[in-house]
């Protein structure tokens, strides 16, 4: 990615490897998703939607690799999921490309005179006595931090990134964004450790996003809530409470009397959509977050909710 030729091609080169590869490629091509993290933090403004699909591929790639093993009720994920993925019509293809990965890394080793320490190394470690586990752990300590696994370091990394792009001057970025930023959130939520202080990070971009923005980003921004409230539950519980749920009982009341006005083409309208998305996904959203135990908010939306639903049932 050193030239302007090579910056532009080379991450559509990646997007296309990950899409067609397996797990066992993610070791191989750590150094080149760093390049383009790096890329991305030296010129946002420039290459800002390109790497932003690079980016989008490969989240799409990490969930595809590392399925969660228990769906949001907490029930084993049921097919292919439980027992890993199965023989599929792209393995060859992908062992090729790790094999040719493989055998590339091999030559720049040899080139840099590696080969022949490590077979010496090698060497010597089969001397050596193997150290127990206990033992082990006993040198590691109990305060050690465990090393978290790659596609876990991966994905903050990217989610940290989609922190600062959630307010970008252009839409098209914005909802690229959102639609990471969902997929970051997919692969994290059996990492609670880790998601939770990211997605603290991330909420006042994202909050803007949903009150204050063109009304696609408000549709995409809402389907990332409804995927927040299913990993982060009590988490979000206050913060939707106060900061969303008011300002969409506000923005439904409002708009009640338009949709109360309007014929059947009101149906193929940007605020219908908007509309039916937020009041079908609300519901399950309140069951989610238990916002029962905070009637106050939800009391608002009761109008607007009666209203609205007539209203958009009618406009079917």
Request: some cysteine; overall charge negative.
């Amino acid at each position: 990615m050193s030239t302007d030729q090579q910056g532009q091609q080379a991450p559509r080169v990646l997007a296309v490897i990950l899409a067609h590869s397996d797990p066992g490629l993610l070791p191989l091509v750590g150094d080149m998703v760093g390049d383009v993290l790096l890329a991305l933090d030296l010129s946002y403004d420039h290459t800002a939607a390109l790497f932003c699909a690079v980016l989008h591929s490969l989240m799409k790639a990490l969930v595809r690799w590392f399925p969660p093993s228990r769906d949001h009720r907490g029930a084993p994920a049921s097919g292919r999921q439980q027992g890993g993925p199965g023989p599929r019509p792209e393995d060859m293809t992908a062992l090729d490309v790790r094999q040719f990965l493989l055998d590339h890394r091999r030559q720049q080793e040899l080139a840099q005179g590696i080969g022949a320490e490590e077979e010496e190394g090698e060497e010597e470690e089969g001397e050596e006595q193997p150290v127990a586990p206990e033992e082990a752990e006993e040198e590691e300590g109990p305060d050690v931090k465990k090393e978290l696994p790659a596609h876990i370091v991966i994905t903050k990394e990217v989610m940290q990134r989609c922190t600062h792009l959630l307010s970008d001057p252009s839409l098209r970025i914005r909802l690229k964004v959102l639609d990471i930023l969902e997929l970051c959130v997919c692969v994290l939520r059996e990492a609670e450790d880790e998601l939770l202080p990211m997605v603290h990070r991330c909420w006042p971009a994202l909050l803007r996003r949903l009150t204050d923005d063109d009304p696609l980003a408000v549709l995409r921004g809402f389907k990332v809530l409804c995927t927040l409230g299913e990993a982060c539950g009590d988490f979000l519980r206050g913060r939707v409470s106060k900061e969303v749920l008011p300002r969409l009982g506000a923005s439904l009341a409002r708009q009640a009397p338009v949709s109360a006005r309007a014929g059947p083409v009101y149906a193929h309208t940007l605020a219908y959509k908007l509309q039916l998305a937020v009041l079908q996904g609300l519901g399950s959203l309140c069951l989610r977050l238990d916002l029962g135990r905070t009637p106050a908010p939800t009391s608002d939306l009761s109008p607007a909710h009666t209203t609205l639903t007539s209203d958009l049932h009618t406009a079917r």
